[in-house]
C-alpha cells in the first residue's frame, strides 16, 4: 500500500479510497474547540430585538428605579399612625384632600387626619407614609372610612427599592431573557450591546443532489441538509446563508469556499467529505490552511472533519451528506462552535433526562455512539436503525443516548441520559391545561365579578 | 355601600375605588380558555421557513425514499457471497468492471468474481447485492483484494427503507423539529401547511409611560411591558403589535381597542385592568362584548382580566400595568391562549425541576401564588421580594413555584417544583463543554490523521 501513515501534523493524507485508517476521539475534539474558539465582537441592537441575546458587557443602572416614591396599590396615601386601631367596627375617619395621578407631580399634601386618593404607580404626597387599599376604605364625599390598621411604608414603592443608581443590572454574558428586556428598558436603556450572531455560510456539495423539497427524479434526490442545518443554525443563534447544491468538482467547491470565506464567522460543508473518489473538500481545506481532523471515532458521523482557513480565524465543519450524520456531526461540532462563537452556553440545547432502559443498547467499543431512542412509558426504545441515511429515524426518535468509546453499551434496565429534542415532551400538567391546582373547597365563593363560568 | 354585589352573569359591575369583591379562581379560567380557544387556520410556508411551526395535517410520502437502491459506503458493490471465507490473510480478489457516481445511471453491472466502485449515494449497479466498505479492500490496477466477508444487503440502502410510498411522514400537530424539515424535503415537501402564527396587539395604556428604554424624567417611567411581552408573544410563536403607550382616556383606548380589532387575533391591554379610577379597560370591554373574568385570586396578578368581543371570537386578556403582575398574567393567561391559538402544547415552556425548599415558603390561602425563588446548591431559595413592581426579582429569580389556593405554603426541606425561566441552567456537563465523556484507554493510539490535538 502506497498509503502515507497519518498523525504528523499539518501533513495531507489523502484517505480517498483508502479511507480513515485512524480517526480522532470526540473528546479531544471537544478540547480542542473549547480552547479555540471565542465569543465574536459586540453590536448594539434596538431593546424590541434583543430577547435571546448575549449581553456583551454588563449594565449598570443610571438612575434610581423607582425614580420617586410610589403607590403600589389604588387606595388612600395617609399617616399609617392614625389607622392604628382602626376595624371594621370602629373605623378611622380620613378627610380626602386630593388626589394623585400616575405620571404627575402630586400638588396635595397629607397632614392630621387626611388623606390623599392614589393610583397605582402615582407618585406619593409629601406628608404620607403608607398607602391603604381601596378594598379596606369607604367613601362618601370628602370622608374616607378604614376599616383596617397598616403600618409604615406598606403599600409604597421607595425610589430605589428596584434598583438603586449604580446597581448593577445585569452581567456580561447574560441570556437575555423577556423580563430582562423589561428591566433594561426600566434603566432606560433603548439599545442594548450584544455579542455579533455568528455569520454561518452553509456550503451543500454533491453530484445528486436537486433543490431541497424537489421530488426525486432519475438518480438524483432533493438536498435534505440544508434546510434542516438553516434551522439548527438558527436555534443556535447564528445567521445562516445557504450556497449550493453545487457539484462535486473541486475547483467549484473551492471557489465557492474562498468566495465565502471574507465574510463568514463559521462555514458549514455538507458532502465531500469522506473518503470517496469524489471527496475534495478535505484536500481543499488542507490546501487552503488547516486540516485539522478529518475521520472521527463517531457513529454515525465518522467521516467528519474539522478545519481552520483564513489565517486560522475561519472555522470550517466537514459535516457528511448523509443526513443522520449530517445532524450527529452538526451536534457534535457545529452546534459547539456555533454556541461558543455566539457567547451561548456550549452544551447541547437539549433537555437531558435519566430514564431506564426498555432493552439493551449495543455499542462499538472505540467509538462514541449516537444512539436514537423512543422514550414510551418512562422507558427507553432503542430504535434499530442502522443506515446513517434513515432521516426519518431522527423524527421518529424523541432524543439520543450517547455512548462513550470505552463502552459496549448498556443492559436492559441501565438509567441512561436521554437528550430530547423536543424540549417539553416530558413535563408534568402544568398551566394552561385542563389540569390546575386543586381549587380550595373553603373559597368555592369566590368567583369573578360577572363570569359565566359558573 | 352602595356597591352592587357581583356574581350576576353578564352585568358590569364596577369595581373602580371600590375593590374586587370577589375573584376567579386560576383553575376555573384556565379551563374556561381550554374550552373556548380553538388552532387558526393554515397557512402554506416555505420549508426553509417552518422551523418551530405547528404541521396543519399530516403529511405522506407521495415517493419512496430513498427513490432506488443505492450505496450507503464509498467502496465496491459485489456479490456477497463471492466475500464468504475471505480474511486479512486470505483475501478474496475482484475485478474492478467499472464505477457508479452520485446522481448518475449506472451503466456498469457486477457478474462472478467482478465489483464496480461505488461512492455513498450512488446508485447500486446491477447484479450486486452488497457493498465492501473501502477500508476493507486494497486495490491494484483492475484488482480489488477484499479482507473480510459480509452477508448480503450489508451497506445497501434499499429503495423505500427510509420512508415507503405513502408511508406518514409526520402527523399533524407536530411542532416541527430541523431534522423533520429535512424529512419533507425529502419526500419533495418544498412548502408545508402550518397553523397560522396568531397576530397579537399589545395595547400599552398609562399616563406615566414614556417610549420603552427611555430615562425616566419628572413623574413619568419608561414602560418596560412592552419589549418584554412582545417577547414573550415571539416566544409563543406570535407575531406581536405594540400599540402606546397610550394616557388613560376612556375614548383613546377604546378607539385602538376596535381600531385593531379586526387584524388581530388576540389582544393583550396592558395596565387600566386594576380598580383604580383611570383603570378603564373593563368598562371598555364590558361594552364590546363580554368581560368573562375581572379580578383573580392569583398573587401578584390579582388584577388580571379575560374578556371576549368582536362577536365572542376576538379573546382579549387584561394584564396588570406592574411589570411582575404582568408576566405573572402572562405566564398564568396570555400564554396559554397563544399556544392554543398556534395549535402548540399549552403548558409552560419552562423546564420543570423538582428540588427541596432551603426555607419556609409562605403563602396565603384563598390564592394562587407566583413565587419567585433560586437554585442554590440543588435547594430553592424563596425571593424575598414583596412588590408586584420590582421587576428585578424575576432578572435574579431562577424560576417560580406554584403554590395552589388550598396551601399556606411548604416547609423548609420540602420537594417543591420549580418552573425555571432559562431551560437548561440545570443540565448536566454535555457535549461542546471541556468535559466531555471518558476517552477509551485502549484506543489512545486512534489519533486523527493530521491532528495538532496531541
Avoid at 441592537?45 to 434610581?64: C, I, K, Q, Y
Amino acid at each position: 500500500m502506497s498509503q502515507r501513515e497519518g498523525g504528523e501534523s499539518g501533513s495531507a493524507a489523502d484517505p480517498r479510497m483508502r479511507g480513515f485508517k485512524t480517526r480522532a476521539e470526540v473528546a479531544e475534539l471537544w478540547n480542542w474547540i473549547a480552547a479555540t474558539i471565542r465569543p465574536l465582537d459586540a453590536e448594539e441592537v434596538p431593546l424590541f430585538e434583543a430577547s435571546g441575546r448575549v449581553l456583551a458587557a454588563a449594565v449598570h443602572a443610571p438612575v434610581p428605579v423607582p425614580p420617586f416614591d410610589r403607590s403600589a396599590m389604588d387606595g388612600y396615601a395617609l399617616r399609617a399612625e392614625e389607622t392604628f386601631g382602626a376595624s371594621a367596627y370602629v373605623p378611622a375617619v380620613f378627610q380626602c384632600v386630593g388626589r394623585s395621578r400616575p405620571g404627575q407631580r402630586c400638588a396635595a399634601a397629607v397632614g392630621v387626619g387626611e388623606a390623599v386618593q392614589v393610583a397605582t404607580g402615582a407618585p406619593m404626597p409629601a406628608g404620607a407614609d403608607a398607602v391603604i387599599p381601596v378594598e379596606a376604605t369607604r367613601r362618601d364625599g370628602d370622608r374616607v372610612w378604614v376599616s383596617e390598621a397598616i403600618p409604615q411604608g406598606r403599600h409604597v414603592s421607595r425610589r430605589g427599592e428596584d434598583l438603586a443608581g449604580g446597581d448593577l443590572v445585569l452581567p456580561a454574558g447574560r441570556l437575555l431573557r423577556p423580563q430582562d428586556l423589561g428591566v433594561l428598558s426600566a434603566v432606560g436603556a433603548a439599545t442594548v450591546r450584544v455579542i455579533r450572531r455568528p455569520r454561518v455560510v452553509i456550503l451543500i456539495t454533491g453530484n445528486e443532489l436537486l433543490a431541497p423539497g424537489t421530488l426525486a427524479r432519475d438518480f438524483q434526490i432533493p438536498d435534505t441538509n440544508s434546510v434542516m442545518v438553516q434551522a439548527l443554525v438558527a436555534r443556535d443563534g447564528g445567521a445562516a446563508r445557504v450556497v449550493g447544491p453545487l457539484p462535486d468538482e473541486e475547483p467549484t467547491i473551492r471557489a465557492a469556499i474562498t468566495g465565502h470565506a471574507d465574510d463568514s464567522d463559521v462555514l458549514l460543508v455538507s458532502g465531500g467529505s469522506s473518503a470517496g473518489p469524489e471527496d475534495h473538500v478535505p484536500g481543499i481545506i488542507a490546501g487552503l490552511g488547516q486540516l485539522v481532523a478529518h475521520g472521527v471515532a463517531l457513529r454515525p458521523a465518522s467521516p467528519t472533519g474539522l478545519g481552520l482557513i483564513r489565517q486560522g480565524t475561519l472555522p470550517v465543519v466537514l459535516l457528511p451528506g448523509n443526513p443522520v450524520s449530517c445532524l450527529c456531526a452538526y451536534d457534535f461540532f457545529a452546534g459547539p462552535i456555533l454556541r461558543r462563537l455566539g457567547g451561548r452556553p456550549p452544551g447541547w440545547p437539549y433537555r437531558c433526562v435519566c430514564l431506564p432502559l426498555a432493552r439493551k443498547l449495543i455499542s462499538l467499543v472505540g467509538r462514541v455512539d449516537y444512539a436514537r431512542v423512543r422514550i414510551r412509558d418512562g422507558q427507553v426504545e432503542p430504535l434499530a436503525t442502522s443506515g446513517a441515511s434513515i432521516l426519518s429515524s431522527v423524527s421518529r426518535a424523541d432524543g439520543f443516548v450517547v455512548i462513550p468509546p470505552d463502552r459496549e453499551g448498556y443492559p436492559a434496565g441501565a438509567p441512561v441520559d436521554v437528550w430530547c429534542y423536543d424540549p417539553h415532551a416530558l413535563d408534568p400538567p402544568q398551566a394552561g391545561q385542563p389540569d390546575p391546582p386543586p381549587p380550595n373547597p373553603d373559597q368555592s365563593s369566590r368567583k369573578a365579578h360577572h363570569t359565566p363560568l359558573g
